[in-house]
């Protein structure tokens, strides 16, 4: 037992004095870092507003990965003509080459991706041919890093490759790929919605990630994406009929209104939401009497988004407020939110309390009252009025 | 072999069993911390700030006289970081002036809001909502405990994601976002993930948010913090990544709320809430044979009051050691029962042989020790080196802790770094027992239940003060 304990007794006092030793020299490496940050936001302030710096010193500097680390600051929040200053020192200074080999030589996993984080808070265009060979790196947040260095480069050959990279990825990693290929904005749009039709046999046939490409087309918003989303939308997978729906709000011209009003009868809930907020975003006076019906609809984000929909249309106001005394009460419901949002409830009570009030107004403030919301008339003198 | 030596050798095969249980989950948890704090730091999880394919998350928190600190509470969860949420507080039934506070503070008028209730709650008297522009809720209901009301509050939440916490939790800035980032990687198995919860006893609070992590000063709330880590760092990324989480912490956890209302929501009365919600699941998707995933996010950190006396103290573990046991009997169907995979054959039995069991055996030592003294059988060769060992392998398993969590770099402070380590050793002596004492105590005694913990909070912002003062 003794030697057991011994043994025990060393290891623990080693380990916990190791960690107190290291505890130590950690605290005071970072009060240490700290000091040199300073040192250098002062430097850098400087440099950043001026076009010539003290070349000499600064090389001693680059390899401090402090002073890297505050240059990466600077240039997130830089702009203009200061943030092309510090590019133009760190290019001087070898900065971007040195990220760029290292994130093609190293084997450290660690140290690839941090250069190409650095990478992308530089967005130098040469920096692009070793980004899009990163793309196939073997470790996630390389790849995930790289695909966003290149959209801050805006380089359009990187579109098909990251599309290729698609169905390697996991959701989150699909998923940042997504938010990448929105800042590519417009330029990227045939890529995609070939890949939506499905029709571009160079790439992988996989439909898991139609539903991101889907939703990559809906927020870039351009209308040539408007027959993919029309032939989504019609799809059997739930998924990516929502983001299809939700994509015609925003590529949709009014063509698109017939199909989004069946969409409102749609058995997912999603789809249903989808298509009434889309259709508010159409403003077409057809959609006004399905949006009306599914203001009954058994969820509440379908309720919503179809009133909020009605009060984006011209003439839909009028369906929100005949839907005061709807039979329903969660229509009712949706209706009095909506309008309150909208501030026509305030408005009413107004105009009933200084005398001024018309027939729409009384009629919301008496439905208010029947609804049991009086509590949004802060005196009773309005609904006496009305009342009376 | 005599009784005397079977004895024995049952405890040594024990202790061995458990220091190995411990080393081998201490060495997962080390990979899994690695890999998470790699993706959270290079994910590009920031992206979710402004990508449409982050859900909406409902903050669910249950109050029961908070009037203290529950302005301050909602203010600091209101400024989380993340693109959609709303925040529901449910008053449950309190006797002070938690609903008065609240109207005051948000400006919150009374709504008629219609609702298909999932779960059945006590009577709901009323729901207020902010007239600020702040996606503020409250709820005001019945008294029937903090299951209850959390069940109340999935019943009014609008979104699929409900986060329950605690009114006296002081949360980081990106904690939400760190810990929904485990949904949207794959959403359709996670159904719950936990956070990190840490001692905010010491801590510098302004605004609503920790500014400087420091130690505290009572013996008592400082072999709490060594537990703290020792439990959220050393045990539960291991078991979260071997797929045995089994405590999702009801003081910050989020969940999918169609898993919860599936299952049935939040056992009322029960002692043991968020354990008994967890087993719950695992045992509902693993009966289904549901593909399904509950995680830990380590650096989905929230910090939290622990008890500042022995008294409270000694109550908070009584209960939590009989919500234990309550667990224990519900689920005891499902240990070493190969139909429910990995949980049923490693997880539950780990959990009970070592955190049920462990307190029992030990007290068991206690009564044998003095026992064979008296009757000339103890070995003292023996008996001493083996109490020795088994205080230096509890500072052990402490120290392990403290190693990993020198991911997140805090206590580095000379004085707080020398404090940690004397007090994970010197918590052998004298917290451990007391704590088996409870442990063993909270088995046989049973007095009146409550559901809610009678500890006394100082509130968030008091505790600012108070650190401010000092």
Known sequence: MLPVLATLGAITA??????????????????????????????????????????????RWSPDGVFLETLLEFLKFLQGGERQNLLRLSRELGIVERFVTELRNSKRRNSRVEAVKALAEFADPASADALLEALTDPVDEVRWQAAGALAKIGDPRAVRPLLEALHRETDWGANRIGDTLVSFGSTAVPDLARYALLNDPSLSSTTAHLPLVARVLGIIGDVRAEPAMLSALESDDTELRIRAAAALGTVGSLA??????????????????????????????????????????????????????????????????????DEDRFARDASIERLMAMGLVRKAVEAVKDGSAGERERYIVRQLVVLGRGEYLKDESASEKVAG | MSFIELFNYVILVYFIAMEVQLLFVSVVSFFALQRDQFTSKYGRLHDMLTSDTTPPVSIIIPAYNEAAGIAESVRSMAMLKYTRKEIIVVNDGSSDETVKRMIDEFRMEPIDVPFRPSLETEVILRVYKSRLPLPIVLVDKENGGKGDAINAGINIARYPYVMATDADMVLDDECLLRAVRHFVEDRARTIA??????????????????????????????????????????????????????????????????????????????????????????????????????????????????????????????????????????????????????????????????????????????????????????????????????????????????????????????????????????????????????????????????????????????????????
Not at chain 1, 23 to 42: I, M, P, T, W
Request: net charge positive.
């Open chain 2, 193 to 470: 993930v936990g956070g990190n919860v840490r001692p905010l006893n010491g801590c510098e609070v302004r605004r609503g948010r920790v500014t400087r992590v420091a130690l505290p000063r009572r013996p008592v709330e400082l072999a709490q913090v060594v537990e703290y880590i020792r439990g959220f760092l050393s045990a539960r990324p291991g078991w979260s990544a071997l797929g045995s989480l089994l405590l999702v912490s009801g003081a910050f956890g989020i969940f999918q709320k169609q898993a919860v209302v599936e299952v049935g929501g939040f056992r009322h009365g029960h002692l043991g809430e968020d354990m008994e919600l967890t087993m719950r699941l695992h045992r509902h998707y693993r009966r289904k044979r549901i593909p399904y995933r509950i995680v830990y996010a380590p650096d989905a950190v929230a910090w939290t009051e622990v008890p500042l006396s022995s008294r409270v103290l000694r109550r908070q573990r009584m209960r939590w050691h009989r919500g234990l046991m309550q667990v224990i009997w519900q689920y005891k169907g499902m240990l070493f029962n190969p139909r429910y995979g990995i949980v049923g054959l490693l997880g539950w039995p780990a959990f009970v042989a070592f955190e049920f069991v462990a307190p029992i055996v030990e007290f068991v030592g206690w009564l044998v020790v003095p026992a064979s003294v008296v009757l000339g059988f103890l070995n003292w060769e023996i008996a001493v080196p083996l109490f020795l060992i088994s205080l230096v392998l509890g500072a052990g398993n402490s120290l392990i802790g403290l190693f990993l969590d020198e991911r997140f770099g805090y206590y580095n402070a000379p004085g707080d770094a020398a404090k940690l380590l004397v007090y994970s050793l010197g918590e052998q002596l004298g917290m451990r027992q007391r704590t088996v004492w409870w442990r063993v105590r909270a088995m046989f005694w049973n007095p009146r239940r409550k559901s809610w913990g009678d500890m006394q909070r100082s509130g968030v912002g008091n505790l600012a003060s108070e650190k401010g003062s000092s």
């Open chain 1, 256 to 325: 698109c209104v017939p199909a989004l009003g069946r969409a409102l009868c749609d058995v997912e809930w999603e789809v249903r939401a989808q298509a009434a907020a889309a259709l508010g975003r159409q403003m077409d006076g057809r959609a006004i009497e399905g949006l009306r019906e599914s203001m009954r609809d058994e969820n509440w984000w379908v309720r919503q988004n179809s009133a909020q929909a009605l009060s984006e249309i011209p003439r839909g106001v009028e369906a929100l407020i005949g839907g005061l005394d």
């Open chain 1, 14 to 59: 080693v380990a916990g004095s190791s960690l107190f030793v290291y505890k130590l020299v950690r605290h005071r490496r970072e009060r240490f870092d700290e000091f040199r940050r300073a040192s250098y936001v002062g430097a850098l302030s400087e440099m950043a507003t001026r076009s010539g710096y003290p070349l000499e010193m600064l090389r």
